[in-house]
């Protein structure tokens, strides 16, 4: 089945420590998204990535770091430099230059 | 892009018809509505889109006003399993576009 997957669903880390959060796709789409949400609140942009190789900053990028190194993977850094990490995390695919994106199920870290 | 304005929660009895408005009084001719929802915990998923013509699918009608300037997504027979946030989104076809989301509608069926 095509779709996007995030792993692990949930994710608990200890403070100052760098976590990887995975994100994988095999829908054939150019662009991939991370996303951070907080309680209540819409879904923020942190990084996405239009192209394998390349990558740029979205509204909340400080503290994490991202690669594409292949089409079909976006995996998400979150660094001990994020103050406040602990969030419900989605990663977004679509083909470029259109709306309709397909989203992953999420990941729910917790550092402690 | 054109911004949207959306009631920040609704509720509605299960089996009945869920009208959810949207309003972007600035979209301009070349601009799409999008509805996308999201499941507690879970990743937004997309719903419909429209131009100008009303459209349906298997999940919602999108209504559309004759000016464009305000939209509903109606689910015409809601079930418990549609308590979700909705968000309405504005954007123009092609293009580089980063998909953005605000708050939406919280929306809760009850029995």
């Known amino acids: 089945d095509g779709g996007i997957t995030q792993s692990p669903k949930y994710l608990f880390r200890k403070e100052g420590q760098n976590v990887t959060l995975s994100c994988e796709q095999n829908l054939n789409h150019d662009a991939m998204y991370w996303y951070r949400q907080d309680p209540g609140q819409g879904l923020r942009l942190i990084y996405y990535?239009?192209?394998?190789?390349?990558?740029q900053k979205g509204d909340i990028a400080e503290g994490y770091s991202v690669s594409r190194e292949k089409k079909e993977s976006f995996p998400l850094t979150v660094t001990s430099a994020q103050k406040n990490p602990t969030a419900f995390y989605l990663c977004?695919?679509?083909?470029?230059?259109?709306?309709?994106?397909?989203f992953g199920q999420g990941t729910r870290l917790t550092v402690v | 892009d054109a911004k949207t304005t959306q009631p920040t929660s609704m509720d509605c009895a299960e089996g009945r018809a869920a009208n959810l408005p949207c309003n972007h009084s600035t979209i301009s001719g070349n601009e799409y509505v999008y509805w996308y929802r999201q499941i507690h915990s879970q990743g937004p998923q997309y719903i419909i889109h429209?131009?100008?013509n009303n459209e349906t699918n298997e999940m919602a009608s999108l209504i559309i006003t004759e000016d464009r300037k305000s939209s509903t997504l109606i689910l015409p027979h809601a079930t418990l399993r549609d308590t979700a946030v909705y968000y309405c989104i504005v954007r123009a076809a092609g293009g580089s576009y980063i998909p953005t989301f605000g708050r939406g509608t919280s929306l809760i069926v009850h029995p």
């Open positions: 429209g131009l100008k």
């Open positions: 977004a695919s679509n083909f470029r230059g259109t709306t309709e994106a397909f």
């Open positions: 990535s239009q192209i394998v190789n390349d990558f």
